[in-house]
Every structure is written in structure tokens, then in C-alpha cells.
């Protein structure tokens, strides 16, 4: 495919903007393996890039989009050939490199992780760095000693892409999850992917006591400032709270207290420059321990075409569970 449609974000004196365009392979960037994609997703982090609301975007003109999936059709890197079925997620793509909002995508080898056989190119997206990231969490919170029979996991922003799928990880593997969420209307979503106890967001939101009642051996926070902070605070001796969003503020009005008096673990989780090993193991443990049926079942499916009306809902926290876009 010499020419294919991309959606290119650029800045000019009116601010940032977003358009449909044709483009050549020419004017993909540098990489040793050039891939068809095939599927992408929304991310909490490219409604930001879309809507302009932080700047997510540090190049320009940039295609955004931090997740694909799809097939290579050329290749000079040892890993891969022509016909592997790959998927990417961060390395800088849809923020300093041209990501996956496009019908074909050139990047480094290195970046790439093959489809594991357990999931189609369709379920790679439904995961996505939502879903990725959600299974870093998890494994964060095993890596601390957070295992099922040491009390309930608390998980917050629960009906988003993160939470949905740490809800249903977490489910499977025997935990008791309490899902907080500002939305009361997905109480009964939730529990179809394994919560059994909802909390209203609320109840989190406001600033935090130095310590409060032990209530959750772990958590899986993707809201940070006092979200994070209260989180912490209501944490058991010897737990662990795994920080892997911002969606409420970057701040975080915090005490010593939980850290020195109940030998509380604060995991903080990047899934953008995680090494290859790191990734490669969190796939695999998605193909084992996150249940397609429920995957299918938080899951959407929409048009490419449909990204930037996307953009501000999933900012505002209106978009439930995961999204998968067709290329095509």
C-alpha cells in the first residue's frame, strides 16, 4: 500500500488540530519494520493527545495513536517477517513517533511483541496499554506479596479500560475486587466481570487522613491526587498500591504514616518504556488469565473514523470498559 489515510494532528498560530490525509510510505518515520495495521483502540491518554488537553503530542505534524495491531510487510529486524501478526503499545508512538491511527505504521522491531496465539488481532486491541497496563498492576501487586487470600483489592476508575480489565484479572484469579466508580449506572457490569462490593468514587475523592481503617490488602489506582492518597491511607499492614493513572491530578497530598507504620508498598507502573521481557510476560499472562468471554463482553467496536468524537468522552470518563477501532 504506496498510499493510505492517516489522521495527522498539527499546530499552527490557532492552536492544535486534527485531520483525514493521505500519505506515502515516504512519509513514515525511521524503523526497520513496516506493519498493515489492522486495529487500534482509544486510551485514556490519546483522548488527551486528540483533545488537546495535555500535551501528549511533542511533535509535529504526528499521527496519534499509541496502540496498533497488524501484519508486517516488510522487515530487516532478526524478530520479525513479512506475514507476523505483531501489536504495539508506547514507546513514544503516537506522542514523539506516528502511531497507529493510520492504515500503515513504520517502526523498531524492538518495540514490537508478536499476537499471542490466545488472542486475535481484534482482542489485542480490546487490551490495549489499558489492559497491558492493568496486567502490570496486577503482577505488581503479586511481585509485593498481595496474594487472593490477603484480603479484598480495591480498584478505581473500575468501569474504565485500566479498571475493567483489573476487575475481571483479578476476578479470575480468586481475588475479592471492590470496585470504586463515579458511575453507579455499571454497578451491574462490574459485577458480571467479577466485583463484589462497588464503592462510590466519592468516597475516595476528597483529601485524606494520614491513615485510615484497614479496609484492602492491595489497590490498582488509576486517578492519583487524593483518589491515590486515600487509597493508600485505608490500606492494610504490609500492602501495596499500584499508581498507574492521573485521571483525577498529578499531585499527591500523602503521609509517611502508611509507608513507616503498616509497611505500605506504593508500585508505580509505566507501561510506556517497560523492557520487552516485562511485556512479554504481561501478554502472557493476559492469554491465561484474562477470560475472553469476559474481554468480549467490556468491549465495543467502532470505525476508525470515529476517534476524534471519542476523544472527549473518554477524557470525561464516559466511555465504558475498551474500544476497538477498525482500520478498514
Avoid at 109 to 114: A, R, S
Avoid at 160 to 166: H, K
Wanted: net charge neutral.
Amino acid at each position: 500500500m504506496d498510499r493510505f489515510r492517516a489522521l495527522l494532528v498539527t499546530k499552527g498560530a490557532q492552536g492544535q488540530s486534527a485531520d483525514w490525509t493521505e500519505l506515502g510510505l515516504a512519509d513514515l518515520m525511521d524503523g526497520d519494520v513496516t506493519v498493515r495495521v489492522s486495529h487500534t483502540t482509544i486510551n485514556y491518554k490519546d483522548g488527551l493527545a486528540l483533545t488537546g488537553k495535555a500535551p501528549i503530542v511533542r511533535k509535529f505534524p504526528l499521527v496519534p495513536g499509541i496502540d496498533f495491531a497488524g501484519t508486517v510487510t516488510q522487515s530487516s529486524h532478526p524478530g520479525f517477517q513479512a506475514g507476523d501478526d505483531v501489536i504495539l503499545n508506547g514507546w513514544g508512538v503516537g506522542e514523539t513517533h506516528h502511531g497507529g491511527y493510520s492504515q500503515m505504521a513504520r517502526v523498531k522491531g524492538d518495540w514490537l511483541v508478536k499476537r499471542p496465539a490466545g488472542f486475535s488481532k481484534a482482542q489485542t486491541m480490546a487490551i490495549g496499554t489499558a489492559g497491558y497496563t492493568a496486567m502490570l498492576a496486577v503482577l505488581a501487586l503479586e511481585q509485593n506479596g498481595v496474594a487472593p487470600g490477603k484480603g479484598p483489592i480495591l480498584v478505581t476508575g473500575a468501569a474504565g479500560g485500566v479498571g475493567s480489565v483489573a476487575v475481571a484479572v483479578l476476578a479470575k484469579l480468586g481475588y475479592q475486587v471492590i470496585a470504586s466508580t463515579g458511575r453507579p449506572e455499571e454497578a451491574d457490569f462490574l459485577k458480571s466481570l467479577g466485583a463484589t462490593e462497588i464503592l462510590p468514587r466519592s468516597d475516595l475523592s476528597g483529601p485524606a487522613r494520614p491513615l485510615g481503617k484497614e479496609r484492602w490488602a492491595g489497590a490498582i489506582d488509576v486517578a492519583g491526587s487524593h483518589t491515590l492518597a486515600n487509597a493508600i491511607a485505608q490500606t492494610r499492614y504490609g500492602g501495596c498500591v499500584a499508581a498507574c493513572g492521573l485521571a483525577q491530578g498529578m499531585d499527591l497530598a500523602s503521609s509517611v504514616a502508611p509507608f513507616i507504620l503498616r509497611g505500605i508498598t506504593l508500585a508505580g507502573i509505566d507501561s510506556v518504556m517497560a523492557p520487552k521481557a516485562k511485556r512479554e510476560a504481561a501478554w502472557a499472562r493476559l492469554s491465561s488469565d484474562l477470560p475472553t468471554d469476559k474481554l468480549d463482553a467490556l468491549t465495543a467496536t467502532r470505525p476508525l473514523a470515529d476517534v476524534t468524537a471519542l476523544a472527549p468522552d473518554i477524557v470525561d470518563g464516559k466511555v465504558r470498559g475498551r474500544v476497538v477501532l477498525t482500520v478498514d
